[in-house]
Each structure stands twice: as C-alpha cells, then as structure tokens.
C-alpha cells in the first residue's frame, strides 16, 4: 500500500512540477504573441502538420509492431494498433509505475515476450536519445568535451552489458539479432525525429525565419525532454527547453512556447484521447492488474515467476 502511494504521490508531483512550469514560462512570454501565434496558422500548414503527425505515428507504429514480432511468440495482430494508441493515454493518465507498460495487458497470449519487447523499445530509445544529445552538445557548448565522452562511454557500456542481464534473458521468448534489432529503431527514431524537426520548421517559419539545420540541432533536444524524468511526458521542460534554444535563433520566447504546446497537442494528446476509447473497450482485461496499482517492477518480477514456475513443471514432466 505504501508503495502504491509513493508512486501515485510521485506522479501527481509530477504534473503538477509540469503544469507549473509551463504556466510560469507563458506568465514570463509575450502574451499577445503567444496568442497571436494562433491566428497566423493557416489551414494548409494545419493539415500538413497533421499529415506528419499521422506519418511520425505510422513510424512509431511499426517500430512497436517490429520489436513485438522480434520478443514475442504469442500475439495476435488486431492487438497491435490498440496497444499501440493505448500507451500513448497511459503515459498521461495512470498514477504509478505502471504507466505505458500497462499496454501489453491489452494484447492477448503470454505476457513475457512483450514485456520484453516494451522494456526494449524504451532502453533503445533512452541509448539512442543520449546519444542524439551528445551530437550536437558540442555545438552548442563549446566546452565539457571530457564530460561527454564519459556519458558517451557509460551509454555504450549499457548498451553492450544490456543483453547479458539475467531477468532479459528471462523474459525473451525468442532468440533474435540483438544489433540488428537496435539498428532498425535508430532508422526508426531518426526518421521520427526528422519529422518532428520538419514540423518545428513548418510552424516556426510563419513567425520567425528559421533554418532547417537550426530547426534540427534544437528539435534534439525537444525530443529529447522526457529524459529529464520530473514531468509527464517533458511537460514544462520541452517548453523550457524551446524558449532557450530557439532564442539563439531570433525566434520570440512566446513563438517557440505556442510552437512546443501545440505540437504536444498533435502528437501526444490527440493520440492519447484515441487511446482512451481502446483503453474503454478493452477494460476487462486490466483485471489481470489489478486495476493497474502495481508497480513496472512487481509486474515484471510476477511474470519472470511465472516463467520459473512454468520452467519447473515442464522439467518434473
């Protein structure tokens, strides 16, 4: 019990530290061009803009899709497209540890295959995040050069000790190329990245003129803000971030704030309300659970459990 309130105490912190500070950051900007922003945004930018944001799901879509296949033995395809959207709410709405990890319990078959699969998806794209940043923090900071090579080291020790930990091995239901498997979400994330850049560059522009190359080296760091682990999904951070960055480029603070909230809106809540109603849908299926308190790590553990158990009765047969 104490545990389920530690993790529902920390995720309301959570919100609440991101709301603040994107309250704070619009109380600091121009509100005039904060609104003003809005009124510039033409209808045929807007449906570019979406039309992205649909082509950036597709990607994370089959990304999802390729790691179920590459972990799991047991899934049925008409489950993937519903989990998918259902990580999305799931970032946003479940108090606790749980959070996007609950999307597999929408899928139906064994469970250990896709835990492993979600627990890959994010270490990859965690490794593949860092390195991303430590790209272009040297030409945006000039110094510290040793400091990013010891972080560059560390991530490429995770990256190589990742698959010789034992609870990993556990949970894999089939064998696969591990570098090939991280090889494809880079093409993944880089693709998702280019994207998210081409939007910036899109919504920037009718207010401020903006290279592409610039648009990139900052949208880096954007991408990048769930990193920064006191917000929901980099809320308040991003936009700090964004106001920071983009200054350099002689783009107003109270531009690149609308920018950020609005594009938070296209690619991560519009997909979560859709979410919402498989989460509806499929909600007998959240028993297995228990209403989603339990915490990422106890429901691994429950299922690398049940995998020994399974293990036993197979060699006493």
Known sequence: MK?????R????????IGLTLVLWIIMQVDREKFADYFTRLSLVNLLLILLLGALSLVLQFHRWRYLIDQY?????RKDLLPSFFAGFSFRLIIPGGPAE???????SGRKRGKAMAFAMEKV????????????VLPLTFHTYYFYYVIIFLATLSIYFLLPRIPLLKELREKDNNYHNVFIINVLFSVGILLIMSLQYYILLNQVAPISFPATLHTSVYLWSAGLVPISISGLGVREGLAVYFFRYYGVAPAYAVATSLFLFTINGIIPA??????????????????????????IIGALFKKNQGQVGKKSNQ
């Not at 799991?72 to 049925?76: M, V």
């Not at 990890?101 to 899928?107: A, E, G, R, T």
């Not at 299926?285 to 990422?296: C, D, M, N, V």
Request: proline fraction near 0%; charge should be positive.
């Open 124 to 135: 990859f794209l965690t490794i593949i995040k860092i390195v991303a940043v430590l790209i």
């Open 101 to 107: 990890f609950s999307k597999i319990f929408i899928m």
């Open 273 to 298: 309300l859709t979410g919402v109603f498989y989460i509806y849908k499929h909600r007998a299926q959240f028993r297995e659970i228990k209403g989603s308190l339990l915490s990422s790590r106890e």
């Open 3 to 7: 545990s389920i309130l530690k993790q």
């Open 9 to 16: 105490l920390i995720y309301f912190l959570q919100i609440s």
């Open 72 to 76: 799991s033995l047991s899934f049925e």
